[in-house]
């Protein structure tokens, strides 16, 4: 335990700082400041010493000079034991409290201040005296965020005045982290106005542990905040259990494949791929479409929407059904927001996840991935399209544009090698359909497109045989078939053609496109060239 004598004050955030000046002078501690927080312990009534008086220099340059002194310095680096004959020769008194908080360079800058403005933002004097203090903390308390006041106020309370190494240490941690913080987002913002970056620099805080990973034998933690961005976390647990590793990364797939639908968008996932994709004329038609897009896998899924919803969208779960097994299964529920009604609706189910976010907020600005002993660094997928240029001599009777776009946003979202067939519906409403992802070869995919397409019809229609194959061929007729790289093959267009396919929409920049653009013309079906790719590995 070492007793607190004399403590500096200099803070840019001053919450709780006359309550902490007041607890310290309870204890006898010797008061140092400078500025404006002097003023404010001033004008509380304190009696508190100006820094200039305790190191011999007067405040200089606007301020730029306050703290920077060997006086100072010495007062906060000088080993107690080893050098104290030493620094009474120099007349060095020690400080063994530094109460600092940084200037708000992040909150300058999320404002939008010109470069002038963020450089007179940034702290020289206060990272130093931190890290002073932090260096010897066997002597010296680092005390650098409001919230950890109280506690230290308490413990002096309890220990005459005293501090325990133990709390020395954890504020000597917690000080070299602010520091570290402060001193990444002032780097990053600077190569960020100059249009260039020399290093990734990335931090996120509040490690909340979770069950396990993507398996039980696998440890993780979910880091909850980026601490590059002001404000709260862009989305919040309503009900439910605590939300887990899979569900995570599944609702970040959610938010991506939902974000840029028009509105009212409703994406079901599952293993992070859309198993269900639709756009109506209110969130509940989009869920039902979403889910009849392939109901046996919704089972477990997340769903997600991108409009906020009301108690009646959600019947179709039927939770409060007396039916337990008419009750269907969802792992979690995203919107914007939740009515009142909608949420009690939904806390009907203990486990089930619900979150409220806007699911642009969730689609991250940057993606990262650790590979090869390296990061690989790269812009989110979000340019649809180049264009939309036929290159077949059969052309579209009338190009459904956003059909067309419905169909590339749903690819999109979908592990490569991905195709989808996507259509209107009633009320102009669009559904994915019939879906392929995440195989080896294209031809696959397109075959589990048509596979999932006709069961789906078979289910709709209660059609079999000849009279299915009329209904799905009817279908395909006016349906979008969309893939997320060139066919490499004519295989893929001889299959869906067959099927009754006429509208097929792919980048192109294949050697064999002319091949394949040869057999659309053999077999009387459309293509239309995008000029994009949207591999999703």
Same mark, same amino acid.
């Given at each position: 335990m070492r007793k607190l004598t004399t403590a500096v004050l200099s803070v840019s955030d001053k919450r709780g700082i006359v309550e902490l000046a007041r607890g310290l002078s309870r204890h006898g501690v010797r008061l140092l400041s400078t500025g404006g927080t002097r003023r404010v312990l001033l004008e509380a009534g304190l009696e508190v010493t100006e820094l200039s008086e305790f190191t011999g220099n007067p405040e200089a340059f606007g301020g730029r000079m306050k703290t920077l002194s060997f006086r100072f310095e010495s007062a906060l680096l000088f080993h107690r034991e080893r050098d104290a004959a030493e620094a009474r020769e120099l007349g060095i008194e020690p400080i063994d409290l530094v109460v600092c908080n940084l200037y708000p360079f992040r909150e300058v800058r999320d404002r939008g201040a010109e470069l002038d403005e963020l450089l007179e933002n940034i702290d020289i004097g206060g990272p130093t005296m931190l890290r002073a203090a932090a260096k010897n903390h066997d002597a010296v308390a680092a005390l650098s965020d409001p919230a950890d006041y109280p506690a230290l106020l308490a413990e002096l309370d309890d220990n005459e005045g005293a501090l325990s190494r133990d709390t020395r240490a954890r504020l000597m941690r917690k000080a070299f982290a602010h520091t570290a913080e402060y001193d990444r987002v002032i780097a990053n913002t600077l190569e960020e106005r100059a249009g260039e970056q020399t290093a990734v620099r990335l931090s996120f805080g509040d490690p909340q542990p979770l069950r396990y990973g993507e398996n039980p034998h696998q440890g993780a933690l979910f880091m909850a905040r980026d601490l590059d961005r002001s404000g709260p976390a862009p989305f919040e647990v309503l009900a439910g259990k605590a939300i887990s590793f899979n569900?995570?990364?599944?609702?970040?797939? +959610?938010?991506?494949?939902?974000?840029?639908?028009?509105? /009212?968008?409703?994406?079901?996932?599952?293993? *992070?791929?859309?198993?269900?994709?639709?756009? +109506?004329?209110?969130?509940?038609?989009?869920?039902?479409?979403?889910?009849?897009? %392939?109901?046996?896998? +919704?089972?477990?899924?997340?769903?997600?929407?991108?409009?906020?919803?009301?108690?009646?969208?959600?019947?179709?779960?039927?939770?409060?059904?007396?039916?337990?097994?008419?009750?269907?299964?969802?792992?979690?529920?995203?919107?914007?927001?939740?009515?009142?009604?909608?949420?009690?609706?939904?806390?009907?189910?203990? $486990?089930?996840?619900?979150?409220?976010?806007?699911?642009?907020?969730?689609?991250?600005?940057?993606?990262?991935?650790?590979?090869?002993?390296?990061?690989?660094?790269?812009?989110?997928?979000?340019?649809?399209? %180049?264009?939309?240029?036929?290159?077949?001599?059969?052309?579209?009777?009338?190009?459904?544009?956003?059909?067309?776009?419905?169909?590339?946003?749903?690819?999109?979202?979908?592990? /490569?090698?991905?195709?989808?067939?996507?259509?209107?519906?009633?009320?102009?409403?669009? !559904?994915?359909?019939?879906?392929?992802?995440?195989?080896?070869?294209?031809?696959? $995919? *397109?075959?589990?497109?048509?596979?999932?397409?006709?069961?789906?019809?078979?289910?709709?229609?209660?059609? !079999?045989?000849?009279?299915?194959?009329?209904?799905?061929?009817?279908?395909?007729?006016?349906?979008?078939?969309? /893939?997320?790289?060139?066919?490499?093959?004519? %295989?893929?267009?001889?299959?869906?053609?067959?099927?009754?396919?006429?509208?097929?929409?792919?980048?192109?920049?294949?050697?064999?496109?002319?091949?394949?653009?040869?057999?659309?013309?053999?077999?009387?079906?459309?293509?239309?060239?995008?000029?994009?790719?949207h591999f999703k590995h």
């Amino acid at each position: 335990m070492r007793k607190l004598t004399t403590a500096v004050l200099s803070v840019s955030d001053k919450r709780g700082i006359v309550e902490l000046a007041r607890g310290l002078s309870r204890h006898g501690v010797r008061l140092l400041s400078t500025g404006g927080t002097r003023r404010v312990l001033l004008e509380a009534g304190l009696e508190v010493t100006e820094l200039s008086e305790f190191t011999g220099n007067p405040e200089a340059f606007g301020g730029r000079m306050k703290t920077l002194s060997f006086r100072f310095e010495s007062a906060l680096l000088f080993h107690r034991e080893r050098d104290a004959a030493e620094a009474r020769e120099l007349g060095i008194e020690p400080i063994d409290l530094v109460v600092c908080n940084l200037y708000p360079f992040r909150e300058v800058r999320d404002r939008g201040a010109e470069l002038d403005e963020l450089l007179e933002n940034i702290d020289i004097g206060g990272p130093t005296m931190l890290r002073a203090a932090a260096k010897n903390h066997d002597a010296v308390a680092a005390l650098s965020d409001p919230a950890d006041y109280p506690a230290l106020l308490a413990e002096l309370d309890d220990n005459e005045g005293a501090l325990s190494r133990d709390t020395r240490a954890r504020l000597m941690r917690k000080a070299f982290a602010h520091t570290a913080e402060y001193d990444r987002v002032i780097a990053n913002t600077l190569e960020e106005r100059a249009g260039e970056q020399t290093a990734v620099r990335l931090s996120f805080g509040d490690p909340q542990p979770l069950r396990y990973g993507e398996n039980p034998h696998q440890g993780a933690l979910f880091m909850a905040r980026d601490l590059d961005r002001s404000g709260p976390a862009p989305f919040e647990v309503l009900a439910g259990k605590a939300i887990s590793f899979n569900n995570l990364v599944d609702l970040n797939a +959610a938010a991506e494949a939902v974000a840029a639908l028009p509105p /009212s968008g409703c994406a079901i996932i599952k293993h *992070t791929n859309p198993c269900g994709l639709a756009v +109506a004329k209110s969130p509940g038609a989009a869920l039902a479409l979403a889910w009849e897009g %392939d109901p046996l896998s +919704a089972f477990g899924s997340i769903i997600a929407f991108n409009t906020p919803v009301a108690r009646g969208d959600l019947e179709l779960l039927s939770l409060d059904s007396e039916d337990k097994g008419a009750r269907r299964f969802v792992e979690v529920v995203l919107a914007p927001e939740f009515s009142a009604e909608a949420l009690d609706y939904l806390k009907l189910h203990d $486990s089930l996840r619900v979150v409220r976010a806007a699911p642009r907020d969730l689609v991250a600005e940057r993606e990262y991935r650790f590979t090869a002993g390296g990061l690989l660094c790269q812009q989110p997928d979000q340019h649809l399209y %180049d264009q939309l240029e036929v290159v077949t001599k059969r052309a579209p009777k009338k190009m459904d544009e956003e059909l067309v776009a419905f169909g590339i946003q749903a690819v999109r979202a979908l592990k /490569s090698n991905a195709v989808c067939i996507v259509r209107r519906t009633t009320g102009d409403a669009m !559904q994915l359909l019939g879906m392929g992802a995440g195989q080896p070869n294209r031809v696959t $995919s *397109t075959g589990l497109a048509l596979a999932k397409a006709r069961e789906n019809l078979a289910r709709e229609t209660g059609a !079999q045989g000849q009279a299915l194959d009329r209904e799905l061929a009817r279908t395909l007729a006016e349906a979008v078939v969309a /893939s997320d790289a060139f066919f490499p093959f004519a %295989d893929n267009v001889e299959l869906l053609a067959e099927e009754g396919a006429k509208l097929l929409v792919q980048p192109g920049g294949s050697v064999r496109d002319r091949a394949v653009k040869k057999m659309c013309n053999q077999l009387d079906v459309s293509m239309v060239f995008t000029g994009t790719r949207h591999f999703k590995h």
